[in-house]
């Protein structure tokens, strides 16, 4: 039996991470050809344990979707780049015909009072976050048009719908991402081009334990009403969704995967 995703071809950027290693193996499971996105070095993201080993984790899956029968390769990919991001969508349709679906996964976290940020700080995120988006879209689309249609999807947050009293950056360039997905998505759905974002909750993966004090993880789980953190897998069911046929009807959404912190 066909696979959800069947002979689509997907653009994935920060593979190399916790979220990004689970959406690969899930879209792989259910059919899809993967081009796996990420930075050839590990960034420094904030001032507590550096995320590594990020480049090689992409490599590593997509060696495990191949041994597995499946179709992978791995493009190095800045995401702030505009002439890089033209370059990965080249490779991905040289390399497999045609692009269905980009998936703008990469992102940073800057765990951070107001009054401690810097312009550095914020220029950094803001060019991960919101330009890597932006230029995500305007690179995918052009090939999305000729291949008939597509599906973007880009990451916002809880943190881009509720205040946090904190990482006020952050917030700002994951609403930026929730806004800029719904006006894209009316700029384009007359070319069948499809663009949704996924809003996470609290979710255990490097990004996550790299920018966050140990110190407040107890309390942010105490925010959730579901009293735990997300899994990874449990927002790649999310992708395969928007990635798939099944949410034909569905453009500038918000999909919310949160254990029900954005209810009250």
Excluded at 18 to 41: F, V, Y
């Amino acid at each position: 039996m066909a696979g959800r995703l069947e002979g689509k071809v997907v653009l994935l950027t920060g593979a190399g991470g916790g979220l990004g290693q689970a959406q690969a193996r899930l879209m792989a499971k259910e059919g899809a050809i993967l081009m796996l996105a990420n930075l050839p070095e590990d960034p420094i993201i904030a001032e507590g344990k550096p995320a590594t080993g990020l480049w090689d984790n992409a490599q590593n899956v997509a060696k495990e979707i191949r041994d597995a029968g499946g179709k992978a390769d791995v493009v190095a990919l800045d995401v702030t780049k505009e002439d890089q991001w033209d370059a990965a969508v080249a490779k991905t349709v040289a390399a497999f015909g045609k692009l269905d679906v980009l998936v703008n996964n990469a992102g940073i976290y800057y765990h951070a009072g107001l009054l401690d940020h810097t312009v550095e700080k914020f220029h950094q995120i803001v060019g991960v976050n919101q330009l890597g988006t932006l230029l995500g879209m305007k690179a995918a689309v052009p090939a999305m048009k000729e291949n008939g249609g597509g599906s973007i999807i880009n990451f916002a947050s809880i943190y881009g719908i509720a205040g946090a009293g904190v990482s006020t950056a952050y917030q700002s360039t994951k609403g930026a991402v929730r806004l800029m997905t719904k006006s894209a998505a009316l700029e384009f759905v007359g070319d069948n081009i499809r663009i949704n974002s996924i809003c996470p909750g609290m979710f255990d993966t490097n990004l996550f334990e790299s920018s966050v004090p140990k110190e407040a993880w107890g309390p942010l789980v105490d925010l959730v009403p579901m009293k735990r953190f997300g899994k990874p897998d449990e927002i790649g069911y999310g992708t395969v969704f928007l990635a798939s046929d099944e949410s034909s009807f569905m453009t500038g959404s918000d999909l919310v995967i949160d254990g029900g912190y954005t209810c009250p």
